[in-house]
C-alpha cells in the first residue's frame, strides 16, 4: 500500500504562486506515474497534471496550461506541483495520486492511490 501526504496548501491572492508538494510512502514510487487533480465545492475531480515515472514526460490540463508545472524528485520520494497566476477559479481541494504504471494519464479511473487532499483558495 501507498501512502501519500500532500502539503503546501493555503490562502493566496489572485496572481500569486503556490507549490504543492506530495511525499510517499514507499518505493516502488520510482516506477510509477504521479498526477495531480483538483475538486472545487459543488463539482467532480478535474485533471490537473501528470508525470511519468522519471519526469521525462507530462501533461496538463487545459485550464492550467501554461501557469502549472508539476515535477518530480525521486530521491526524495516526492512530486511537485507549482501553481503560477493563480486565479479565484483555482480554488480547491488538490489531491496527488499514484499509477501503478510508468506512463502519465489523464484520467482519474487510471490511478490506483490517493492522499488525502491540500485546501488551495485563491482570492480576487
Known amino acids: 500500500q501507498v501512502q501519500l501526504v500532500e502539503s503546501g496548501g493555503g490562502l493566496v491572492q489572485a496572481g500569486g504562486s503556490l507549490r504543492l508538494s506530495c511525499a510517499a510512502s514507499r518505493y516502488p514510487f520510482n516506477n510509477y506515474a504521479m498526477g495531480w487533480f483538483r475538486q472545487a465545492p459543488g463539482k467532480g475531480r478535474e485533471f490537473v497534471a501528470a508525470?511519468?515515472?522519471?519526469?521525462?514526460?507530462?501533461l496538463y490540463g487545459d485550464s492550467v496550461k501554461g501557469r502549472f508545472t508539476i515535477s518530480r524528485d525521486n530521491a526524495k520520494i516526492t512530486v511537485y506541483l507549482q501553481m503560477n497566476s493563480l486565479q479565484p477559479e483555482d480554488t480547491a481541494v488538490y489531491s496527488c495520486?499514484?499509477?501503478?504504471?510508468?506512463?502519465?494519464?489523464?484520467?482519474?479511473?487510471?490511478?490506483?492511490?490517493w492522499g488525502q487532499g491540500t485546501q488551495v483558495t485563491v482570492s480576487s
Open positions: 508525470i511519468n515515472w522519471n519526469g521525462g514526460s507530462t
Open positions: 495520486a499514484v499509477r501503478r504504471n510508468m506512463y502519465a494519464s489523464r484520467w482519474e479511473r487510471e490511478y490506483d492511490y
